[in-house]
């Protein structure tokens, strides 16, 4: 469907809230996972193993930015469409921080959703920075042949591709592997290794000067993958892209190419419902006691 004539199916509120609901599964205590919370008086759940009160959508990426249900039902079919957020802003009558914060937040369900890229996020939901903040150049320097940032593996299976976090690698760890690189965008490829089409990995602009003379022009094995020309089309789309919260977008490609055939809504609006962080057991030593306030 053409993002211009894209309009979300109406759903009231009541309808969506119901929806989301069920998505999120039964009354689990989403901090602990105990299960069999009870009912209070005022609508809202009790976990009875760490006495945390919450409601359906506490601790999962829906409760985030204070959004009416009925309000993720339309930006989810503007997300899956492809509407800019300006567009969708114009469309809800949103501010346009608000949307860019909600698309952000689809996005990083979706990285949520990838247990093997759990440790790209921390445990509030938000991508864990590599890169410092430092005030002067020559500082930096140093500091990017040492760089932590995390490395993907790209495998292309027929018309499918799968990323795979390899948490055994950091880029500069890549950096010193004989491999030829190449920058694409805020990012860094490699050639073929091992079974995967490429590594690949974020990369600063301090970086990409740094380490210039590494980058080849050639040809990669990647350059010729369905999937290249796919993210390519993608990442074309989006304006003054950071490394900091590429592999968030990368991985909002993924699902859009292994799922080109079909529609992205279901998907999307599960991974929305999931849960920021995994539920912790309780802790039975003594000392501060856990907030049961509610989030």
Not at 150 to 170: D, E, K, N, T
Request: with cysteine.
């Amino acid at each position: 469907m053409d993002a211009s004539t894209a309009c979300p199916p109406p759903l009231g509120a009541r309808q969506a809230e119901a929806r989301f609901a069920a998505l999120c599964g039964g009354p689990a205590c989403p901090r602990c996972g105990a299960g069999h919370a009870y009912s209070l008086s005022s609508g809202r759940l009790r976990c009875p193993g760490c006495g945390y009160t919450f409601h359906r959508f506490s601790l999962r990426f829906i409760n985030r930015g204070g959004l009416p249900p009925e309000y993720w039902h339309a930006i989810l079919h503007y997300f899956e469409h492809g509407l800019a957020p300006q567009e969708a802003t114009d469309r809800l009558r949103l501010t346009y921080a608000t949307v860019f914060k909600a698309y952000a937040t689809i996005r990083l369900s979706l990285v949520a959703l990838a247990e093997d890229w759990h440790p790209l996020l921390d445990d509030r939901g938000e991508l864990v920075k590599r890169c410092p903040d430092i005030a002067q150049e020559e500082e930096k320097r140093p500091l990017c042949t040492t760089c932590r940032s995390p490395v993907i593996g790209v495998r292309q299976l027929g018309g499918f591709v799968q990323l795979r976090l390899l948490s055994r690698l950091a880029a500069q760890d890549v950096f010193h592997m004989p491999l030829t690189l190449k920058t694409w965008r805020t990012l860094v490829y490699t050639e073929a290794f091992q079974d995967f089409s490429g590594l690949l990995f974020c990369c600063c602009r301090t970086a990409r000067s740094l380490f210039q003379a590494k980058f080849t022009r050639s040809p990669l094995d990647l350059d010729d993958t369905s999937f290249h020309s796919f993210a390519e089309g993608w990442f074309a789309r989006w304006h003054c892209l950071s490394p900091a919260n590429s592999l968030a977008y990368l991985k909002e490609i993924e699902l859009r190419y292994n799922n080109r055939h079909v529609h992205l809504y279901p998907a999307l609006a599960q991974a929305l419902c999931g849960l920021v962080s995994p539920p912790r057991p309780p802790r039975r030593e003594t000392g501060r006691p856990v907030s049961n306030r509610e989030d």
